[in-house]
């Protein structure tokens, strides 16, 4: 399977944005979808994930101002980002764990840029 993932850009604090990432190849094995981001000089970090069920996961330092969803039919994966701060500034990452040994399959990332 791959990811692509789209939607990054430059707003300012307090704006929101919405991230894309669109599957394509075998993607009826994929058992969970996520967002995790890389802001410079930090490690990567899980920012929410949307599993079995449509079961939810988000970090604590973005609940409330975000929220995943997915639409099967278009294979599409997104992250409605809200009340953006200059700490979000980071390249975001589409990531699914993909059949039946979880393999790790990640996009190429997209930069968000939230300036002060």
């Known amino acids: 399977v791959q990811l692509q993932a789209s939607g990054g850009g430059l707003v300012q604090a307090g704006g929101f944005l919405r991230l894309s990432c669109v599957a394509s190849?075998?993607?009826?094995?994929?058992?969970?979808m996520a967002w995790y981001r890389q802001a410079p000089g930090k490690l990567r970090e899980l920012v929410a994930l949307?599993?079995?069920?449509?079961?939810?996961i988000y970090a604590d330092s973005m609940k409330g101002r975000v929220a995943i969803s997915k639409d099967s039919a278009k294979n599409t994966l997104y992250l409605q980002m809200n009340s953006l701060k200059p700490e979000d500034t980071a390249v975001y990452y589409c990531?699914?764990?993909?059949?039946?040994?979880?393999?790790?399959?990640w996009g190429q990332g997209t930069l968000v840029t939230s300036p002060a």
């Open positions: 990531n699914v764990e993909w059949g039946s040994k979880w393999e790790d399959i």
């Open positions: 949307i599993g079995t069920g449509d079961h939810t």
């Open positions: 190849g075998d993607t009826s094995s994929i058992n969970q």
